[in-house]
């Protein structure tokens, strides 16, 4: 009882010691994962709107499920270029009030071939009619909901298709521009002049300082935005097979060529193997002793390996061709037999009718009708083969209309078997009729190959369990050794290369020769990664990258280093100009020709809208002085995009007058109808975005 009592007068300061543990705790757990200091739980903003994470992760979920081959990051990606589109497009709709309407929403849906051609949705005549397509979703309701979530885009479309339009309205080009346009490319200036050409001035005699790199770069900071780049350089320590690896697959494969004794271990006796030649079951031979299966088809000479595909297809039968390399399979093959006419090629034009197993046809029509269409093209055909491609394209509701018809090569049994019997049942060049579930088929057999059976054991050269713990072994040695070392002198003892550094992005997945590794430019942007760490990645198929993070180049502004293979040629030109251009000066061209070593040169009936001068390009600036400078006078040195210029006028001939400029309105109406295509990047320029993906992705 004594201690019962002592438990009790102690358990308040019990509880209280607890609690107050357990408020540090959460505390602490707020402060660094939520509440004080909380993840965001928007994936982005833009210009004040918020993208939440949880509507965005279940935009590139559905992307992925219905993409072929996208991968998470690469959705992620898609997707937010869409919201930034959306966000920005939308407040600018409701700036102008833009509304759109059913007559807008319909027209948006006729757009899309699977409503606007779609047969439960047309009249007699084959045109869309509005009522059949109401009336489907009154009978069909579970439908009609999908259609509600289509008509967001529907109407996000018709805005689009308002907005463009005003934007292309706005683009109003007048008889004056015209006029000036004509000018442009008729009015011709001939002058003389004299050019030194950058080239004259070594790159080593110009230096460029990161000063005049920096202020040239803050001059044009729109042209110089970086998300921020994280340097990362590496090696690559492969796990590929020995030589020990490599000797013991090809004893294996070169042991079934001359046969053998082994020990069966359930009978306790000595097995004779027969040679792969020898064989009498090829088929289980192949299977006891390959990694890929036996395959029982015919292989025409285009499928087989390339290297070796003319010994294997002139193989005689029964005869052994072998040990080669395919692939990493070392391999042996024996030749099965040949077969005439194995692969076949056609041509054909489909005739469907309602009821078909065909969508999308171009005509609606019935059995009846699709068989007299098909009989008429039949005779079409057999009157003139030559002209089967176009019939083809013009009548064949199959896809393959766009290509004349052409089905390419293919195998017994690949094509519906009216089809299949009429193609390999008769000679190249004969055309006919077939009918199948999917129509009536005009057939046009267009050619032939032989094909080769093979029985091939092939075995693959992998890494053994050995040898890949050594390279495990190898690669975590590295990763400890380079830790706080200098990365280049670890790679070198280690024996392997250093790969170029790669300037990734935040949102990058793509990683030198490894393709997709998405962990390493998540890793590098970890807020626990300091630069100068390194770390170890298994890469599948490859072996282990180890990673050293070298530099981190911050959002803003670009870095001296990333613009200047952008601006070095500019900025050294200008300087070299400056040179040039306190040597280019005298009474006369020869003067100045003779005084730069060169020669005075001749430019005749050169236009402002296609100033080049030849053998050097494009020398707006240098054309359009030489139409403001008086005939026979001298220019000042001219600073041209290939070198320095001075040109001496002489004479401009001015385009006559004409009585109507249309031509040449509607060639400038022709470039402003591309404005639409600019109108992203243009608002994308002025928003305020901020992007959170690295936290989700």
Same mark, same amino acid.
Not at 232 to 249: A, F, R, T
Not at 352 to 365: A, M, V, Y
């Given at each position: ?43 982005? %903003?833009? %210009? ?221 006796? %000595? ?324 005084? %730069? ?101």
């Amino acid at each position: 009882m004594a201690v019962l009592q002592k438990i009790r007068q102690r358990s308040l300061l019990l509880i209280l010691v607890i609690g107050f543990c357990l408020l540090a705790f959460i505390i602490g757990d707020l402060i660094q994962n939520g509440g004080f200091n909380s993840p965001s739980k928007d994936v982005g %903003n833009i %210009n004040g709107k918020e993208i939440p994470f949880e509507t965005f992760r279940m935009k590139v979920a559905n992307m992925e499920k219905n993409g072929q081959g996208t991968t998470t990051t690469q959705a992620a990606n898609q997707l937010w270029d869409q919201e930034i589109a959306i966000a920005l497009l939308t407040s600018e709709f409701e700036t102008l009030g833009l509304r759109a309407g059913e007559k807008h929403i319909i027209e948006n849906f006729k757009n899309d071939p699977n409503i606007g051609q779609n047969l439960a949705f047309q009249n007699e005549l084959g045109k869309f009619d509005l009522k059949k397509f109401k009336e489907y979703f009154v009978t069909n309701p579970d439908q009609a909901q999908m259609m509600k979530d289509r008509e967001k885009d529907a109407v996000l479309n018709a805005k689009y298709q308002m907005y463009a339009a005003l934007v292309k309205g706005g683009m109003y080009t007048t008889t004056a521009e015209g006029k000036f346009k004509y000018e442009l490319e008729t009015n011709k200036v001939s002058f003389e002049y004299v050019a030194v050409p950058y080239s004259t001035v070594k790159d080593s005699d110009i230096k460029v300082t990161d000063e005049e790199y920096l202020d040239y770069m803050k001059k044009h900071e729109k042209k110089f935005k970086s998300d921020g780049t994280r340097e990362i350089e590496y090696v690559i320590i492969e796990d590929k097979p020995s030589k020990q690896d490599e000797d013991e697959v090809k004893n294996k494969v070169n042991a079934l060529l001359v046969g053998g004794v082994v020990f069966n271990k359930e009978t306790n006796q %000595n097995d004779t193997l027969p040679s792969f030649k020898a064989a009498t079951n090829v088929q289980e031979f192949v299977t006891l002793n390959s990694d890929t299966p036996y395959d029982s088809t015919y292989i025409a000479k285009q499928d087989l390996p390339a290297e070796h595909a003319e010994a294997l297809f002139n193989l005689p039968a029964g005869e052994i061709y072998g040990p080669y390399m395919n692939g990493k399979n070392y391999s042996i093959s024996k030749s099965m037999g040949r077969k005439s006419g194995a692969k076949a090629k056609a041509s054909h034009i489909l005739i469907s009718w309602e009821g078909t197993q065909l969508p999308n046809k171009k005509e609606k029509r019935t059995k009846e009708q699709a068989k007299a269409k098909a009989e008429s093209i039949l005779a079409q055909a057999l009157a003139n083969p030559a002209s089967f491609a176009m019939l083809a394209l013009t009548s064949s509701d199959d896809s393959s209309a766009q290509q004349g018809g052409d089905l390419g090569f293919f195998g017994q049994n690949q094509m519906v078997k009216p089809f299949n019997d009429f193609v390999f049942n008769n000679p190249i060049g004969r055309i006919g009729l077939v009918e199948s579930e999917f129509g009536y088929h005009v057939i046009n057999v267009t050619d032939k190959q032989d094909a080769i059976r093979l029985a091939t054991i092939a075995q693959r050269i992998d890494p053994s369990e050995s040898t890949t713990n050594l390279v495990y072994t190898k690669a975590t040695k590295f990763e400890m050794d380079a830790a706080g070392k200098d990365f280049a002198t670890v790679a070198k003892a280690a024996g392997v290369i250093v790969n170029p550094a790669i300037k990734a992005k935040p949102m990058d997945e793509s990683f030198g020769s490894v393709g997709n590794q998405r962990q390493i430019v998540k890793w590098a942007y970890n807020e626990d990664t300091n630069v100068g760490d390194v770390k170890r990645f298994e890469i599948v198929n490859v072996g282990h990258l180890i990673a050293k993070l070298k530099k981190v180049n911050q959002k803003g502004l670009m870095t001296v280093e990333e613009a200047k293979p952008m601006i070095e040629t500019t900025l050294k030109n200008q300087k070299k100009a400056e040179k040039l251009m306190a040597k280019m000066k005298g009474s006369s061209l020869d003067t100045i020709a003779k005084a %730069n070593a060169t020669t005075v040169q001749q430019a005749l009936d050169v236009t402002i809208d296609n100033p080049v001068l030849a053998g050097a390009g494009m020398e707006l600036k240098v054309v359009g002085t030489a139409y403001g400078t008086a005939a026979n006078k001298i220019s000042a040195p001219i600073e041209g995009n290939s070198g320095v210029y001075v040109i001496k006028a002489k004479s401009v001939a001015k385009a006559p007058k004409i009585a109507k400029y249309d031509d040449y309105v509607n060639k400038l109406k022709g470039s402003a109808g591309q404005a639409a295509g600019r109108i992203i990047p243009a608002l994308k320029n002025d928003a305020k975005i901020d992007d959170n993906r690295l936290e989700f992705y």
